[in-house]
């Protein structure tokens, strides 16, 4: 019976470094497989667009809250130019859309909910200062660039009756890339310096934008008095 006992017992012991060297190498595998997804510094940008304006993982950083938003000038599809200037003086909302037809695609459903949040918040907020801009990011997604009718016919559906412009992106310009743009929507909220105050990326919800913009409004006007 002891003999019994201690030969269960040492075949207990020796199961235990087999044990642990299995627990070692599902733990590698483990960090392994989360370095390929991550990577050491942050998110890799494996998407189409984030191959296509060359966005590296410091993306994060690029444009976060607390910076500086870049100045642009950009035309807008009903004519004319908008430059980011011009709204210095006042919270800003500039919301990179998809503007290119393809009206089945996860982005396309996307933005079109993001559109209907923000202009309902341009509605509300547009008395008390509150300006919004829509850039169509869609060119430079690989294969779904809106052409200039594309962008006209969007406008029409989409911002017929709303105090905003569309504007349209451009390689040299390549706005989307200054401001880390790696999917959309994304959306920013700017305070009267420019400075970002939120980053959405991917849809915001009404909830959310209306939060942000509400507590922004009251900022603004705090610092006003």
Known sequence: MKKTVKTAKH???RSIPVILLMILGIAAAAVWAFEEIVGETGPTNETPMAKAVDVKAEWLTQLAIGMKAPNFELEDVRGGSVALSEFMKSPLLISFVFVHDSYQSDMAQATRAQMVFVKSLNEQYGSKGLHVVFIDGSHFVPGYEADSSQRINFACDWLDDANAPLLVDTEDENVTGKYGVIRLPTTFLLDSEGVVVQRWDNTANAA????????????????NK
Not at 208 to 223: F, H, I, P, T, Y
Request: no cysteine; aromatic share 0%.
């Open 208 to 223: 959310q934008l209306a939060l942000a913009v509400e507590d922004q409004s009251m900022n603004e006007e705090r610092g």
């Open 11 to 13: 075949a207990r012991m």
